[in-house]
DNA sequence: CAAACTGTTTGGGTAGTTATATAACAGTTG
DNA sequence: CAACTGTTATATAACTACCCAAACAGTTTG
């Protein structure tokens, strides 16, 4: 299963799905052109609520990662394929920033900030 | 003034204030062994609560930018020296996701990702 | 020591987030 | 057309984030 969800944790539903969308596109297990699972089969497979799943492939949509078309459902885009690669270069740069004595919160806050100055 | 806060953005308050702290150690504008203005004076200044301010001093200690204790204020770390390192490391990711059609997003959203698994 | 600083603790109010449920709507596919 | 897909609209409950207020307790300084 592509999808996975930890109900007892206390990370947002909708997060973790689209965390799992995201890691398997980086480790490859899905590529451009493919669709995502529907969101009423996720939903029903995982007890969340269709909305939820929604929430969660409309915030990859934000991103790029998907294309939505009603009737034809969630599609990785060609960004996806470049995940791997920056997915590579994110892991070099937490171990870096640990060998600085840097956290990986520290390091989370400062590409967030750099992300809202553009 | 090294911290500055935008009362009508959306950002939170506290967190507008640890970034301009870290934005300040990024820059060299404040060194390890520096104190922090005493939260009282920020919170006057800016016209936020105290613990507005405290909060983010917290969120800096919780990162090991920082280390505080009453009477003595916030003072930087060693830590804070590697940030304009780790700074450039993270433009440099950001650049490198863009020419991939990445934004912004999805790369901190990788970044927490990274982050929560450890 | 005492006054003037510093962060800490406890408590509470408001607004936003998260997740749920139900229902109806509107393109797409076979 | 029938069976799928996401979209939109409402509503509700529980929870968390954010901000503020007052009293508290170390540390420094005169």
Redesign the pocket.
């Known amino acids: 299963m592509l999808i996975r969800v930890d109900h007892s944790s ?1 990370e ?4 973790q799905v689209a965390a799992s969308v995201r890691a398997g596109a980086a480790a490859g297990r899905i590529r451009p052109g493919d669709r ?1 699972p ?4 996720v939903a029903a497979a995982l ?6 799943v ?2 969660a ?2 915030d990859l949509r934000d991103e790029g990662l998907v294309t ?7 599609v990785l885009t060609d960004a996806a394929s470049h995940l791997q690669q920056i997915h590579r270069d994110v892991l070099d740069l937490v171990d870096r920033a640990r060998v600085l004595g840097l956290s990986t919160d520290t390091l989370a806050s400062i590409v967030k900030e750099i992300s809202d100055d553009r």
């Not at 007890?47 to 939820?52: E, F, I, P, Q, Y």
């Not at 939505?68 to 459902?73: A, E, F, I, K």
């Open positions: 206390d947002p539903l909708f997060a995502l529907s969101a009423r089969d007890d969340v609520n269709l909305h939820t929604l929430r492939y409309q939505m078309r009603r009737g034809r459902g969630a």
